[in-house]
């Protein structure tokens, strides 16, 4: 009697998918993430066929990013995007899969490993969704990326001319002028470079004549 009871109450609260949907939906909205995954995840699971499923999927990601799981929410974005590829979600996940990274980036001083997979991820994600509402968003991304990088091997530069390797430091501002022209630490990486450059060449011209 006792099993009969529990199955029948367990057939109750299993949601159609509509249903489920919109009860993880209303958490989602009042900021109740956590709880509106486990909707989600669970529609995923019961409800594989349903219309809804790739949006529940979509939103799922979207519940770890806006609980700061960055990795959770690259996995599930990721989900999204290779099972569901002809999804309206589907380049809104390829995005926000290069967000992930993008809120994962450190200081400029720090390993820029995040920063590098976030212009790569933004810039696969242009390539693919040329015509995507976010692409002036991920160009606008890569720029503050490259600027990072820029201002990082900039500083590294800096670094080694308090250190005395002013031939190390010139191929640091080198990098910069080359790489990073359209970044706004290229013109102070130029002045440097010149002075480096004829510092250095000064340099070597006097022991030159020195040895003559």
């Known amino acids: ?28 909205d009042k900021g ?36 700061k799981d960055y990795t959770q ?21 390829f995005f926000y899969t290069g967000m992930t990274h993008y809120r994962q980036m450190p200081a400029y001083y720090h390993d820029q490993s995040e920063t590098h997979k976030a212009i790569d991820s933004f ?14 968003m991920a160009k606008e991304r890569i720029r503050e990326c490259r600027d990072r990088l820029a ?11 308090k250190l005395g390797g002013y031939e190390s430091a010139v191929l640091y501002f080198q990098l910069v002028v080359l790489e990073y022209p359209d970044t706004r630490w290229s013109e102070e990486a130029k002045r440097l470079l010149n002075k480096w450059q004829d510092k250095i060449g000064s340099s070597e011209s006097d022991t030159s004549q020195t040895k003559k």
Request: net charge negative.
């Open 151 to 161: 201002h990082k091997e900039l500083e590294n530069g800096k670094l080694y001319l």
């Open 123 to 136: 810039s696969r994600f242009l390539v693919r969704y040329p015509e995507s509402e976010f692409s002036s």
């Open 1 to 28: 009697m006792t099993l009969v009871s529990c199955a029948s109450k367990e057939q109750l609260v299993r949601l159609d998918a509509e249903d489920q949907f919109a009860v993880a939906k209303r958490d989602f």
């Open 32 to 67: 109740k993430y956590s709880r509106a995954a486990d909707g989600f995840r669970r529609l995923t699971f019961e409800h594989p066929g349903s219309a809804r499923v790739d949006e529940a999927q979509f939103r799922l990601a979207m519940c770890y990013y806006k609980m």
């Open 73 to 93: 929410a690259e996995a599930e974005f990721r989900h999204l995007a290779v099972n569901y590829p002809d999804s309206p979600f589907a380049d809104d996940a």
